[in-house]
């Protein structure tokens, strides 16, 4: 997969729902690793307060597709932000058309690891 901001890696889906969840727009999407099938891809979406997850699996001739709402014409793109774009307008066969990217920079931990833990173990202590 080409690189792209929305791609937050293996995240899982717990913190994938959280990320979207803090931004809380219908519209508001990520891409995440598959937690149960290796090498394969989610595209996860707030609508509504429930999110949903739609696979992204690349074919042997190198093309991208979603998994979709049954009945909806499966259709490959050459890269995954064809896909994205083509999933921003309506009438997909998605939940609702993706409108905010949730960027995997704006949740880089920029914190020190060492002291966290340190609060964590020791909450009533001030550092």
Known sequence: ???LQI?????????????LGQDGRDGCYLVRDSDSVPG????????????????????????WAAETTPGVQKRYFRQVKNLIA????EGQGIATPLLYPITAQSHAYTGNVQFDILKWLFPWRER
């Not at 949903?52 to 699996?57: C, E, G, I």
């Not at 083509?86 to 307008?89: D, I, R, S, V, Y």
Request: charged residues 30%; contains cysteine; proline residues 2%.
């Open 40 to 63: 394969v891809f989610c595209l996860c979406v707030l609508c509504r307060g429930y999110v949903y997850t739609y696979r992204l699996h690349q074919d042997d001739a190198g093309s």
């Open 1 to 3: 997969m080409e690189k």
């Open 7 to 19: 791609y937050h890696g293996p995240i899982g889906k717990e913190e994938g729902e959280r990320r």
């Open 86 to 89: 083509a999933f921003q307008k």
